[in-house]
């Protein structure tokens, strides 16, 4: 541990400039993520206020101290519920250093020749990670592609970092952290249709947050006019593909088939 620290260290002068890196000591890949505050900015906390979406929901604002502090402790709890996150094996008040937990789901997902059914794959167990998280009465704070990695057979979440008002409840958490999970989906390049549906009854089969497609159809119906221009053939030419791939999800959750639970 002690040459580890030491050659973290060494290293820390050659990444100044960086928040995060990798480094392989003695043949195994660790990751440093220094200190940095979380905030929101004035203009999104005054969206917030404006339209009071769930997605946009203000992250509180810590000091680097405090939010190193409230991540590494976040993800010892973490560990100690049975969620897959990468140990932490140093900290210091101003970085601290991961195990390696492999490469992200948007390294899987987002290639341009991946097939549908890997797509399935990552995305079924990405979801069980998140409503594991949820059932154990917590919530990732980030659940996007990108904060879920798989190594060695397991999925794990990364990023723990964000916090909110203590008046915020949990289960508006939680939603968020879904809704990002789905939006973070419409970032896959390869030429396949994403079953939305598919991917959120299998969140509530596993959950049993049988309000969150309701307020999904809700969202969509809130902008139903954007979703409808976006069809008309000489508007979806203009579209990019992102902004396209946005509005068949909204598309998808505007025509959600609600039951009666």
């Not at 290293?11 to 003695?26: A, G, H, P, R, T």
């Not at 390049?189 to 049988?210: G, M, P, S």
């Amino acid at each position: 541990m002690v040459n580890l620290i030491k050659f973290v260290k060494e290293q820390n002068l050659l990444n100044k400039d960086k928040e995060i890196y990798s480094l392989v000591f003695k043949n195994k890949k660790y990751w440093v993520k220094k200190a940095r505050p979380t905030m929101s900015s004035l203009s999104h906390k005054l969206y917030y206020k404006i339209f009071k979406l769930e997605i946009i929901t203000p992250v509180e604002y810590k000091s680097a101290k405090k939010a190193l502090e409230f991540e590494t402790s976040k993800l010892k709890r973490f560990e100690t519920l049975g969620i897959n996150v990468p140990k932490v094996v140093y900290k210091e008040d101003d970085f601290f250093v991961l195990e390696d937990t492999g490469k992200t789901l948007n390294s899987y997902i987002r290639k341009k020749d991946v097939k549908k059914e890997n797509i399935d794959f990552f995305v079924f167990n990405s979801i069980k990670a998140i409503a594991l998280i949820h059932n154990l009465n917590e919530y990732h704070g980030g659940a996007q592609a990108r904060n879920l990695t798989f190594k060695d057979e397991n999925f794990f979440v990364i990023d723990l970092e964000d916090s909110f008002d203590e008046n915020v409840d949990l289960k508006t958490l939680q939603y968020r952290d879904f809704l990002l999970f789905l939006l973070s989906l419409t970032k896959i390049r390869a030429n396949v249709e994403i079953d939305y549906e598919d991917i959120i009854d299998n969140y509530i089969n596993l959950t049993k947050n049988y309000k969150f497609k309701s307020k999904l159809n809700k969202l969509a119906r809130r902008i139903s006019i954007l979703i409808k221009l976006s069809k008309i053939n000489f508007i979806n030419k203009l579209l990019g593909r992102d902004v396209k791939s946005f509005f068949k999800l909204f598309d998808s959750l505007y025509n959600l088939k609600m039951d009666k639970k």
